[in-house]
């Protein structure tokens, strides 16, 4: 116990090391933590060897909780009057056009079906973590953009884990006889999850508003947000999905939906520091050149689909081609949820599936430090406003140039 209790005080000093960086440089915290964590884990002097694997699964796991509580809790009634019908065709646009453009380039490349399914199901995946933490960061979260961003994001693995479920059922359908087991799993961590999520959220809500602001509220926020976690364990369903359901839940029905919002928000930032630096520290330099030409080719893809996914889309329902172009940028990082899609396919899968964890673990790599900044890029270029018209210059001049009366 006394080396994990010093190996978790140098992760806390070097997160803050990082945070303190990151104020002085235009990196991202995030690609900060994480490059934080690459420094310390395997590929580089491999501190904590024997705790990474302890510290991680848990941390990780509360982390996600926590995070998915929050993004519910901005999923308001009067968000989805003002922005819902974006969000709705944003998210699910863009998760199909990125599933159609990995698969039909990876199989005009001549790769088999099985791996352009596979692929292409986890290109939709996106990393909420990741996405969230660069809106915290640059106070974008309350803006028009960071709101819209906040609601895809929700959906967004929802639809992934929905079209990873369906792709894999026509993969084993090809080589296996179990495929219906298989979508019934999966169709089950999405039910089972939006079940879990209002079946905790409902009490939450009744208890919230009617318990002493303080202590007494946050002890209860995280009796119920552990609570979620753990349930969502022992029935196998998405406990991020779970955590989001719980969050828009009590922010939809309680009256002062807001107190357990910000005790949660008070404690996050420990967690997810952790989180990031033990997700760096997980990740394996090697795979990249394991994955190849057929890596690099899901990787530009990929990059292809969100941002081709989040145009086109953005243009046929009516949002300006701006705002979709840095919708589909915006989500670029990718982590857990795609790596445990390509887990389940490694074990429903023949080598094919080792394959496919292969350029799965790679691709992770180059979207967790690259996928930050184009957050941040996209943040920065919506949330700036567009420069005047040449038209709109020249009056501008020209009043200037008006004597005054």
Not at 61 to 86: C, E, K, N, W, Y
């Amino acid at each position: 116990m006394a080396n994990i209790y010093i190996s978790l005080a140098g992760l806390f000093l070097l997160g803050l090391a990082a945070h303190y960086i990151g104020l002085r440089t235009r990196l991202p915290r995030v690609t900060l933590l994480i490059l934080t964590g690459v420094a310390i884990g395997p590929s580089g002097m491999d501190w904590f060897a024997g705790y990474r694997e302890q510290l991680f699964p848990a941390v990780s796991d509360i982390a996600l909780v926590m995070l998915g509580f929050l993004i519910g809790g901005s999923l308001t009634r009067d968000l989805f009057q003002q922005q819902g019908r974006q969000i709705f065709w944003l998210s699910l646009g863009i998760a199909l056009v990125t599933f159609l453009v990995v698969c039909g380039g990876l199989l005009a490349m001549g790769q088999g079906l099985v791996i352009a399914l596979s692929l292409g199901a986890i290109a939709t995946a996106t990393d909420p973590a990741a996405t969230t933490d660069v809106l915290l960061e640059e106070h974008a979260d309350r803006s028009a953009f960071g709101k819209l961003l906040l609601g895809i994001v929700a959906l967004d693995d929802a639809w992934g884990l929905l079209i990873f479920s369906l792709a894999l059922v026509v993969v084993i359908g090809s080589t296996a006889s179990n495929g219906d087991s298989v979508l019934l799993s999966g169709l089950w961590e999405i039910a089972g999850a939006v079940l879990l999520g209002v079946m905790i959220g409902l009490p939450m809500a009744f208890l919230t508003g009617r318990i002493r602001r303080g202590e007494p509220l946050l002890i209860e926020a995280l009796g119920l947000v552990f609570l979620c976690a753990g349930l969502a364990m022992r029935w196998e369903v998405s406990h991020l999905l779970a955590a989001i359901v719980m969050g828009a839940t009590v922010a939809n029905l309680a009256q002062h939906h807001k107190r357990p919002f910000h005790a949660i928000e008070g404690i996050q930032w420990p967690f997810l520091l952790l989180f990031f630096i033990l997700a760096g520290a997980s990740l394996q330099l090697d795979s990249l050149l394991a994955g190849g030409l057929l890596g690099a080719a899901y990787i530009v893809l990929r990059i292809i689909g969100k941002i081709s996914g989040g145009l086109g889309i953005g243009l046929l329902i009516g949002t300006t081609a701006r705002t979709g172009l840095h919708s589909g940028s915006a989500l670029l990082p990718q982590a857990g949820v795609a790596i445990a899609m390509a887990l389940n396919a490694s074990q429903n899968l023949d080598e094919r599936g080792q394959m496919i964890l292969t350029i799965a673990l790679a691709s992770t790599v180059v979207f967790e430090l690259l996928g930050p900044l184009a957050t941040r890029w996209a943040l920065r270029r919506e949330c700036r406003p567009p420069p005047a018209r040449p038209d709109e210059q020249r009056g501008h001049h020209q009043d200037q140039r008006e004597p005054t009366a």
